[in-house]
């Protein structure tokens, strides 16, 4: 059944904004490895940083499709490195960043070989029970619907 997409994608949101420390899933060569990292977001999307001789980085580049989870929510996306942090462009999610993860920023932040991503999701599952009913509602975030599926 169709649900609204905006309440949807609202709550997303707010968990993003409240819950800044996700798991990230990253793949390539039959080889899969998940991971805590420290998130900020604009919206849907979804920023963290790494360094380039990390298994993560390594992974995306050959893989860029990821998920993050943090409790009963599963994002679906698509990675994509946007430089680091010393880049003008990223001036704004830099201070971003500084302002809710101050410690992981000064301990990595400016290292050499320090790269920024960016996480565009693609569908967004949230698992609920409603009623005591156990339900899941999912977002698809490129075509703006959003779903509740009823497993009773």
Same mark, same amino acid.
Not at 28 to 40: A, K, L, T
């Given at each position: 059944? &169709?649900?609204?997409?905006?309440?949807?994608?609202?709550?997303? %949101?707010?968990?993003?904004?409240? +819950? &800044?420390?996700?798991?990230? /899933?990253?793949?390539?060569?039959?080889?899969?490895? *998940?991971? *805590?990292?420290? %998130?900020?977001?604009?919206?849907?999307?979804?920023?963290?940083?790494?360094?380039?001789?990390?298994?993560?980085?390594?992974?995306?580049?050959? =893989?860029? +499709?990821?998920?993050?989870?943090? =409790?009963?929510? /599963?994002?679906?996306?698509?990675?994509?490195?946007?430089?680091?942090?010393?880049?003008?462009? =990223?001036?704004?999610?830099?201070?971003?960043?500084?302002?809710?993860?101050?410690?992981?920023?000064?301990?990595?932040?400016?290292?050499?070989?320090?790269?920024?991503?960016?996480?565009?999701?693609?569908?967004?599952? %949230?698992?609920?029970?409603? +009623?005591?009913?156990? %339900? &899941?509602?999912?977002?698809?975030?490129?075509?703006?619907?959003?779903?509740?599926?009823?497993?009773?």
């Amino acid at each position: 059944m &169709r649900i609204d997409f905006e309440k949807l994608k609202n709550e997303v %949101i707010f968990n993003l904004e409240n +819950n &800044r420390t996700w798991v990230l /899933s990253t793949a390539s060569d039959g080889n899969v490895s *998940s991971r *805590s990292m420290s %998130i900020i977001n604009k919206g849907l999307n979804i920023y963290f940083q790494t360094n380039k001789c990390y298994i993560k980085h390594n992974q995306i580049n050959k =893989n860029n +499709n990821v998920a993050l989870c943090f =409790n009963n929510i /599963s994002i679906e996306g698509v990675a994509e490195e946007i430089g680091d942090w010393k880049d003008e462009k =990223n001036k704004e999610l830099m201070e971003l960043y500084k302002s809710v993860h101050l410690s992981s920023f000064n301990a990595y932040g400016l290292l050499d070989g320090q790269v920024v991503y960016k996480v565009t999701p693609k569908k967004i599952k %949230i698992w609920k029970y409603i +009623n005591g009913n156990p %339900i &899941r509602q999912n977002l698809y975030v490129n075509e703006e619907i959003a779903e509740e599926l009823d497993f009773m």
